[in-house]
């Protein structure tokens, strides 16, 4: 074997490549996003038809009214209309994890809102009693499902479909032949209508994208550290510089003046409800990604069988899920 004679690369002037730096810094891109799109032609769509769906929505309306769709005033009535539905949607995932379904979700918020609104009007109940005891009821409602579904082993969709219809006529039991109750407790009140003042606002704001930015940033040299996969830095990058973009044009659109009439009343700054959704869905999502308890959740969504051979409490995990499922539908 005749072995080369060892030369310096640098007396031969060719340029080497140079490792680390900007190169190493901003990772391959090319095969970054040649590997999404295999993902995405594979079905694994992410959060890509959402933020799609949701963009050509906006983009409808706005073509249709746009005098109205994209004022302050809407943008401000949308996150109070649908602060009920997000919070039921979130806890929904828990349950879609699973891979099971619940079709009772919206009649069993209406039983817990029934609930709240019994006592506090006729019953004359604090307000934070008044809610303690909603929830309470949720979580009965979905230990009661879970029960039925990881115990017994009834099907979700039966189970949910009877309790769909079930709890139909508990509510009109609850509230009996009126049919409607008008709650006037001011801290019920401020919480669906009132909103935050525009400076705690502007302050809420900076703290949650100066928060999120770090925790996004440290993850990513965390794993870059101990020689983890890891997306680029571009990357990386791009989803917090979007997210405080959008949190601050959201903050300052809403802090603008919505009233008509200035002189009666002034309505400016983010809706209470929903920096209150806000943390709502760090702490599940903080759940799921992580938790043992959220792992366990993708373990038995992905195979069941597997994850009670790993020693995960398939049960406990499903009626924990519905019960969770239960107590964001209040």
Not at 36 to 50: C, K, T, W
Not at 202 to 209: S, T
Request: glycine letters at 10%; aromatic letters at 8%; proline letters at 5%.
């Amino acid at each position: 074997t005749i072995t080369p004679p060892l030369t310096d690369p640098r007396a031969s002037g060719e340029q080497q490549p140079t490792r680390g730096g900007l190169q190493d810094a901003f990772g391959p891109l090319s095969e970054y996003f040649h590997a999404y799109v295999s993902r995405m032609r594979g079905g694994d769509l992410g959060a890509l038809p959402a933020v799609a769906g949701l963009l050509v929505l906006s983009a409808i309306f706005t073509v249709a009214k746009p005098s109205s769709f994209p004022s302050a005033l809407n943008l401000a009535n949308l996150f109070q209309q649908g602060a009920v539905v997000a919070t039921m949607a979130m806890g929904l995932v828990f349950v879609l994890l699973l891979g099971e379904i619940d079709l009772s979700a919206g009649v069993a918020s209406g039983v817990c809102g029934s609930v709240l609104a019994i006592l506090l009007t006729r019953a004359g109940t604090p307000w934070f009693i008044a809610v303690a005891a909603a929830i309470g009821t949720g979580v009965l409602i979905g230990l009661l499902i879970g029960l039925l579904v990881a115990r017994i082993g009834i099907p979700s969709f039966v189970v949910t479909l009877g309790a769909f219809l079930a709890l139909q006529g508990v509510v009109l039991n609850i509230i009996g032949n009126g049919g409607n109750i008008s709650i006037n407790d001011p801290v019920i009140i401020a919480i669906e209508n009132r909103n935050v003042p525009p400076a705690l606002g502007w302050i809420l704001a900076i703290v949650a994208v100066a928060a999120y930015s770090f925790g996004t940033m440290w993850s990513w040299a965390s794993r870059r550290r101990h020689g983890l996969e890891s997306k680029p830095l571009v990357i990386a990058v791009i989803k917090p510089v979007a997210v405080t973009v959008f949190t601050l044009v959201l903050v300052f659109v809403l802090n603008l003046e919505r009233s008509f009439n200035v002189r009666i009343t002034s309505l400016r700054g983010v809706p209470i409800v929903v920096p209150i959704i806000v943390v709502i869905a760090l702490v599940l999502g903080f759940v799921l990604r992580r938790t043992a308890f959220g792992r366990h959740i993708y373990a038995v969504g992905g195979n069941a069988e597997a994850a009670r051979r790993a020693g995960i409490n398939v049960a406990r995990i499903r009626i924990a899920c519905f019960v969770i499922d239960r107590k964001s539908v209040v």
